[in-house]
């Protein structure tokens, strides 16, 4: 059973920094491309960052330069680092894992998402 647990959301003030993490289990972590989405209250859900087996990124135009996410492949273990945190930037966070090599920006392109940790951003 696939499982994906985030952690390290919480409320920051701008111009802060977070990490989050996502623990995956029940499959084979090193192969596969984890994506970072995030949803605010009102909005659809949208593309932060991917990262894929061979350590490949992409990022969103609005993260781009504040945000990374690495891989801990002997953790199973995924991470985003958010850093110069905006207001803009709260929403509740997903992990999310793909069974293709390549980063998708859409959310359909994933198969298993984890339950989600919320990030509040105070001006």
């Known amino acids: 059973q696939v499982q994906l647990v985030e952690s390290g959301g919480g409320l920051v003030e701008a111009g802060g920094s977070l990490r989050l993490s996502c623990a995956a289990s029940g499959l084979t972590f090193s192969s596969l491309t984890m994506g970072w989405f995030r949803q605010a209250p009102g909005k659809e859900r949208e593309f932060v960052a991917g990262?894929?087996?061979?350590?490949?990124?992409q990022y969103a135009d609005s993260v781009k330069g504040r945000f990374t996410t690495s891989r801990d492949n002997a953790k199973n273990t995924v991470y985003l680092q958010m850093n110069s945190l905006k207001p803009e930037d709260t929403a509740v966070y997903y992990c999310?894992?793909?069974?293709?090599?390549?980063?998708?920006?859409?959310?359909?392109?994933?198969?298993?998402w984890g339950q989600g940790t919320q990030v509040t951003v105070s001006s």
């Open positions: 990262v894929n087996w061979s350590r490949y990124t």
């Open positions: 999310a894992v793909r069974t293709y090599v390549d980063v998708s920006r859409t959310s359909g392109g994933y198969d298993y």
